[in-house]
């Protein structure tokens, strides 16, 4: 049994739009923050965004601020990541992971504990 699944990635053109969602299963601390994560091919694996434990808080790259949006429903405990306005260097393996802090969202690996399989995006026409 995973604890963090994601899902909704695939094939799509510049300029286009993709949700992704990360699912977390009971073993998953929904009362800490979580992030979301991309490796491109060759490269290391980059901070996307996050959010706080309740979602109140976000954080985001500054290469992906006002194209993405971070949301959380711990009820039915997903994290969503709403890309727009997507790129070709947007294209990468997507993760989603879950820190050991509540409150604050850090932007690096070590911080975080569970990840997920990730999911591809691939931006292209």
């Known amino acids: 049994q995973e604890d963090l699944v994601e899902s909704g990635g695939g094939l799509v053109q510049p300029g286009g739009s993709l949700i992704l969602s990360c699912t977390f299963t009971?073993?998953?601390?929904?009362?800490?923050?979580m992030g979301w994560f991309r490796q491109a091919l060759g490269k290391e694996r980059e901070f996307v965004g996050g959010a706080s434990w309740s979602g109140a808080i976000t954080r985001y790259a500054d290469s992906v601020k006002g194209r993405f949006t971070i949301s959380r429903d711990n009820a039915v405990r997903t994290l969503d990541l709403q890309m727009k306005s997507l790129k070709p260097e947007d294209t990468a393996v997507y993760y989603c992971a879950d820190s050991r802090n509540k409150n604050y969202v850090p932007d690096k690996q070590n911080e975080y504990n569970t990840w997920g399989q990730g999911t591809q995006v691939t931006v292209s026409s």
């Open positions: 009971g073993r998953t601390d929904d009362n800490k923050a």
